[in-house]
């Protein structure tokens, strides 16, 4: 796109041009009371027992074509489970983002076993498949496919990676449920898939998660690692824990919440979709910003939209972009979480623990670690998205990015 003559933004005096609230659906409403009434009608909410959680995973697992799906407390959960029942060991290794929640790592270091940062690809922010091969040693057990902001990492990349060297691909689609790779949902291409209902995520019941795998095996294993290692199926003695396991159950009520959730997804996800697309195509050319880049093969489910700023020819940074964006009455934020995971005094000071020696110790973490990840949160800048986003508040948001990024662009040429 062309710059010619840009108005004058906000901050330097202008008209702002988000001058409408944006639109916001209402998130819990009737179906979610309907399932809860349910629940509380079974005059038991625990798992095994009630019907709820049980018709959730059923659900998930007809609407994503696999075998298992094994509902968790929260996503950080999932995740753990996927380690227990793969068998991560203390002094292992697991590969895995900078650039995450630290849910994605809690579980290594609850493990025993060790974080290695790989770094992402410039232009989609997923794990690079080169950096992640490059951190491959002997001690390496699992990828953790970190698929930020609803884009995919390159699956087919990171599983031939894993494949070749018999390493188990734990896929972490909390940002991105109704995602898809090469047209399969996200989370059944590697071994296990782990999802988040987390109040912020596409659908939430507040704090829980899912893991799903097609691995018979993996599923017995997944089950008694969120259960105490307690084999409640019919005839097998339940309280002989055959190995160290957590009490990550769902409950009823949670189920049931996540069940009427679950029906809405398809809806939630295809009007992100339309809606961010649509952005992209407006923003497109426009100086100085980077839209975000769905990784090939992948159509994202976009948790959020994240720019990119190109200071040198923007002619100001992702602070100064942010706040000139913000005034427009267009809510962003620059640098995502600030920092790389690895930077966290946990890592750079070794304090997970307060007394003994963690195998994570021997490992050095700090800045420089991955550059090209220091460098997208240097530059990025967030906005958030929300399904019930209407057509003017793409058409106000799309023309304030665009008059900033002109007006700055501009003014630094000049």
Same mark, same amino acid.
């Given at each position: 796109?062309?710059?010619?003559?840009?108005?004058?933004?906000?901050?330097?005096?202008?008209?702002?041009?988000?001058?409408?609230?944006?639109?916001?659906?209402?998130?819990?409403?009737?179906? @979610?009371?309907?399932?809860? =009434?349910?629940?509380?009608?079974?005059?038991?909410?625990?798992?095994?027992?009630?019907?709820?959680?049980?018709?959730? @995973?059923?659900?998930?697992?007809?609407?994503?074509?696999?075998?298992?799906?094994?509902?968790?407390?929260?996503?950080?959960?999932?995740?753990?489970?996927?380690?227990?029942?793969?068998?991560?060991?203390?002094? *292992?290794?697991?590969? %895995?983002?900078?650039?995450?929640?630290?849910?994605?790592?809690?579980?290594? #270091?609850?493990?025993?076993?060790?974080?290695?940062?790989?770094?992402? *690809?410039?232009?989609?922010?997923?794990?690079?498949?080169?950096?992640?091969?490059?951190?491959?040693?002997?001690?390496?057990?699992?990828?953790?496919?970190?698929?930020?902001?609803?884009?995919?990492?390159?699956?087919?990349?990171?599983?031939?990676?894993?494949?070749?060297?018999?390493?188990?691909?734990? @896929?972490?689609?909390?940002?991105?449920?109704?995602?898809?790779?090469?047209?399969?949902?996200?989370?059944?291409?590697?071994?296990?898939?782990?999802?988040? #209902?987390?109040?912020?995520?596409?659908?939430?019941?507040?704090?829980?998660?899912?893991?799903?795998? *097609?691995?018979?095996?993996?599923?017995?294993?997944?089950?008694?690692?969120?259960?105490?290692?307690?084999?409640?199926?019919?005839?097998?003695?339940?309280?002989?824990?055959?190995?160290?396991?957590?009490?990550?159950?769902?409950?009823?009520?949670?189920?049931?919440?996540?069940?009427?959730?679950?029906?809405?997804? @398809?809806?939630?996800?295809?009007?992100?979709?339309?809606?961010?697309?649509? $952005?992209?195509?407006? #923003?497109?050319? #426009?100086?100085?910003?980077?839209?975000?880049?769905?990784?090939?093969?992948?159509?994202?489910?976009?948790?959020?939209?994240?720019?990119?700023?190109?200071?040198?020819? $923007?002619?100001?940074?992702? *602070? =100064?972009?942010?706040?000139?964006?913000?005034? =427009?009455?267009?809510?962003?934020?620059?640098?995502?979480?600030?920092?790389? %995971?690895?930077?966290?005094?946990?890592?750079?000071?070794?304090?997970?623990?307060?007394?003994?020696?963690?195998?994570?110790?021997?490992?050095?973490?700090?800045?420089?670690?991955?550059? =090209?990840?220091?460098?997208? $949160?240097?530059?990025?800048?967030?906005?958030?998205?929300?399904?019930?986003?209407?057509?003017?508040?793409?058409?106000?948001?799309?023309?304030?990015?665009?008059?900033?990024?002109?007006?700055?662009?501009?003014?630094?040429?000049?």
């Amino acid at each position: 796109m062309t710059c010619d003559q840009p108005p004058l933004p906000a901050i330097a005096g202008g008209p702002k041009a988000k001058v409408t609230p944006y639109g916001r659906d209402t998130r819990y409403g009737a179906d @979610e009371l309907a399932q809860l =009434e349910e629940a509380i009608q079974q005059q038991t909410l625990f798992y095994s027992s009630g019907s709820k959680v049980k018709a959730l @995973e059923a659900a998930f697992s007809s609407m994503n074509g696999v075998a298992h799906t094994i509902a968790t407390s929260s996503g950080t959960a999932s995740i753990h489970a996927a380690l227990m029942a793969l068998g991560i060991s203390p002094g *292992d290794e697991v590969i %895995v983002a900078p650039i995450t929640d630290m849910g994605s790592v809690i579980p290594i #270091l609850f493990q025993g076993a060790v974080p290695i940062f790989a770094d992402l *690809d410039a232009a989609t922010g997923t794990m690079d498949p080169a950096s992640v091969g490059a951190r491959i040693t002997d001690r390496t057990r699992a990828v953790v496919a970190v698929h930020l902001a609803g884009n995919a990492c390159d699956l087919d990349a990171l599983m031939a990676i894993c494949s070749e060297r018999d390493i188990a691909l734990v @896929e972490d689609c909390a940002q991105a449920f109704g995602c898809t790779w090469r047209g399969k949902p996200i989370g059944t291409v590697g071994r296990i898939g782990c999802f988040s #209902l987390n109040e912020f995520k596409h659908i939430s019941c507040g704090d829980g998660g899912m893991v799903v795998t *097609d691995d018979d095996e993996l599923a017995v294993r997944l089950r008694l690692a969120t259960d105490k290692s307690y084999d409640r199926r019919p005839g097998v003695a339940m309280r002989n824990p055959a190995f160290l396991a957590a009490n990550y159950r769902l409950t009823e009520l949670q189920g049931a919440v996540a069940l009427a959730q679950l029906a809405k997804l @398809e809806g939630i996800v295809a009007r992100r979709r339309s809606w961010c697309e649509a $952005l992209n195509e407006r #923003l497109a050319g #426009l100086p100085g910003v980077r839209t975000p880049q769905p990784t090939p093969g992948c159509n994202p489910s976009w948790w959020f939209y994240m720019m990119q700023v190109v200071p040198e020819q $923007l002619g100001a940074d992702a *602070d =100064e972009f942010a706040a000139a964006v913000s005034a =427009e009455g267009i809510g962003v934020g620059a640098h995502y979480i600030g920092t790389p %995971v690895y930077c966290y005094p946990v890592f750079s000071e070794h304090s997970a623990f307060r007394r003994g020696t963690h195998a994570y110790a021997a490992q050095e973490y700090g800045p420089g670690l991955c550059p =090209e990840a220091e460098r997208i $949160l240097r530059d990025c800048v967030m906005l958030g998205v929300n399904e019930g986003y209407t057509q003017a508040d793409l058409e106000e948001t799309a023309a304030g990015i665009r008059k900033v990024a002109c007006w700055l662009s501009a003014r630094g040429g000049r």
